[in-house]
């Protein structure tokens, strides 16, 4: 059993102790749960740059911040490669602690397709991309910008526990040489909250 089988495990055996023990609360103020995402910080990590990630957040409105920037492959990304995303979680006394979530797997292409859902197609329409099939040719790719609402549609587990998280996501070859990086600081709020920054 790989290490995230085994942490899906204990968390959804953490979230049913969790919820039959709280039936009687109303609006039950649990370590997890269903959450929204709020998207904080987008930067690139040292890489070699075959793959230029050059994006940031840019608040349009009070109520809406999109997703603006570019990306250069200077070679195709394609199913060659390795993702390796790792996620680290905030913790007020220890800092920044990593492998709250690990994906780490190779066919990068197809399986970061797979992730991001229909963010996907968002992604693609938004960064004027023609074809969202893998692998994504060599070429500069540039948004119009894209409402991070639109960005929450993900392929990735509905419950999760509440909290401040960075998600390091690198395309390795088989060299392990990273190619490309960026850093997503993000936090995973309940439903109901909105924090103010
Ligand atoms: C890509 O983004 C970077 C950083 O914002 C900017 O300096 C550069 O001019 C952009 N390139 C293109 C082709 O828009
Ligand atoms: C989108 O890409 C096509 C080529 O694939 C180009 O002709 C067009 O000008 C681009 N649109 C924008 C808004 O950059
Ligand atoms: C999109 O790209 C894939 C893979 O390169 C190719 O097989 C397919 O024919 C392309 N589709 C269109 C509509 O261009």
Redo the contacts with the bound molecule.
């Keep these: 059993m790989s290490i995230k089988t085994i942490m899906m495990k204990v968390f959804v055996l953490i979230a049913f102790l969790s919820l039959s023990n709280s039936k009687s609360n109303y609006m039950p103020n649990l370590p997890l749960g269903e959450y929204r995402i709020v998207f904080e910080k987008i930067y690139s990590c040292e890489s070699t740059n075959l793959f ?1 990630i ?3 957040f840019n608040k349009k409105t009070l109520s809406i911040t999109e997703l ?5 492959n200077t070679i195709p990304f394609d199913d060659t490669f390795t993702l390796d995303a790792n996620t680290a979680s905030w913790d007020s006394i220890g800092g920044w602690k990593p492998n709250s979530v690990v994906y780490i797997t190779k066919n990068a292409c197809s399986n970061l397709k797979k992730v991001l859902g229909n963010v996907w197609n968002t992604l693609f329409k938004s960064f004027n991309v023609s074809n969202t099939s893998c692998p994504i040719p060599v070429g ?1 790719y ?1 948004s119009t910008g894209v409402d991070l609402k639109e960005l929450e549609d993900l392929n990735i587990p509905k419950e999760y526990f509440y909290g401040k998280y960075k998600l390091t996501a690198k395309i390795k070859n088989v060299k392990n040489e990273v190619l490309g990086c960026v850093v997503i600081e993000h936090s995973l709020v309940r439903p109901w909250e909105t924090l103010i920054d």
């Design positions: 230029q050059n994006v940031y603006k920037g570019n990306f250069t500069t540039i």
